[in-house]
């Protein structure tokens, strides 16, 4: 049981906290608003959405039909450390409306804005509008730098700007 246990602690992950993020350590975020930090992440906030229907909406406030697929555009270019990794979470309040999404994790290294996909699941017309906080991004200190970076492994959405559909 002991071993097991010194193992877990080896091995466990840190979260890079407020203070981390304010001071720009091991993850850059343009444009940064303070009230957006919270105390083991930030809030990203939505800056265009597309709907299934093909419509791209960046100005102003839409409404997502009961039922339909829609995804949304940062706001935020997220520029990660190849020491730092981050995962995505949706805000509990989009969640308490109905919508449902499955976010991965933003590879080490990784630059840009981020495409994040959902479901209105609710039998209610979602509105949505540029500015809202959607999902948060947790970052993880790696136990050191990642041999490849995301990059330099794939980097198939490095750069990208705005909602990028699948490009596989």
């Not at 979260?15 to 975020?29: F, K, P």
């Not at 794939?154 to 559909?165: D, E, I, M, P």
């Amino acid at each position: 049981m002991e071993k097991c246990l010194e193992y877990n602690v080896i091995t466990a992950a840190m979260i890079l906290s407020d203070r981390d993020i304010l001071q720009g350590r091991g993850a850059s975020i343009q444009p940064f608003r303070e009230k957006n930090l919270t105390p083991n992440g930030y809030d990203l906030t939505v800056a265009e959405v597309y709907m299934e229907d093909g419509q791209n909406i960046e100005k102003a406030s839409c409404s997502v039909p009961p039922g339909a697929w829609f995804a949304v555009s940062t706001e935020e270019y997220v520029k990660l450390e190849t020491w730092v990794s981050g995962s995505l979470w949706i805000r509990t309040s989009w969640a308490r409306k109905g919508v449902i999404s499955s976010f991965g994790m933003v590879d080490a290294g990784f630059e840009g804005t981020l495409t994040l996909s959902a479901l209105n699941a609710s039998a209610k017309p979602l509105p949505i509008s540029p500015g809202d906080r959607f999902a948060q991004i947790v970052m993880h200190a790696l136990t050191g730098n990642a041999e490849d970076s995301y990059a330099s492994r794939s980097g198939n959405y490095q750069g990208q700007r705005g909602v990028t559909l699948s490009r596989e």
